[in-house]
């Protein structure tokens, strides 16, 4: 693997997602990765008959081997024949392999439509905005509970849009980077604990949750730091990590978010509708002060200094890499 034309394509592709975002189109390969995955989970779910937890689990876990070898074969194949064309084309699809696999653009324009609605005093509008990224119902939330909605998607985002990807690009090039997305996506589709997914998509869930211990732990670390620079309550985001990192029913989703509510001196998390169903859940953070519209902005801010310090710790990495080969 070339590293410098690695790091310059992390570089590259980073600046791309500031410039361009996300683009809204149906051939975007994580669109592409996601019907992937829709038509898969049609042939291999069972349409008949009651299935038992064991065939259920097992047919899950074949949805996760061929999901992920079709998307490492075929980033391995363009790879392959771009560098059969010309250097500079090799070039150029790394580069966009690295920029489709990263969402801090996207992340922080669907939350600022929150912040934007929010701001204007039209809570209808911020909760239809926010229902765009978060999962749970929205209907009925009050603008401090639609500005935490917000608020915890940018934290937990912060690892699974932007640093895993890149922690990943770094260690397998565009294939490790695809494979996690591959497996991220899965467990966004397949991951939930309800009665069609709880055993079928149990397998990609754990996978996820493997892939993420890392990363996430490296974006609280980093989260830590930036808001230690930005003159945030970086003292009182220790304290809340050190207490509140594991309050959350996945081992890595607690991390960012914890750092996010100690440095903002806000509580984040607690109860929750999903599909109608109140689900409990423990809080983060301590209620020092409200939530408000301005902590979206705020959120986003270490948001993308985090996101900025994974990108030149990547880049540092492959370069320390390619010295090392150099010297040998």
Known sequence: MNRQMLATSIVCGFILDQILGDPEY???PVRLLGRLIGVLEKRLYPTAGKKSERELFFR????SVLVCAVTAGLVCLVVFLADKVLPVFRFVVWTLCCYFLLAAKDLKTESMRVYHALAAGELIRARQAVSRIVGRDTETLSAAGTARAAVETVAENTSDGVVAPLFYLALGGPVGGWLYK???TMDSMVGYKNARY?????FAARLDDLLNFIPARLSAGLMLFVSWLLGYDWKNAARI????RLKHASPNSAQTESVCAGALRVMLAGDAYYFG???KKETIGDDLRPVEAEDIRRANRLMYGTALSAAVLAVVFELLVHSLHACR
């Open 26 to 28: 149906r051939f975007h």
């Open 60 to 63: 899950g876990a074949c949805l």
């Open 182 to 184: 591959a497996v991220n």
């Open 198 to 202: 709880l055993y079928f998509g149990r």
């Open 241 to 244: 990590f050190a207490r509140d």
């Open 277 to 279: 169903r109140l689900y």
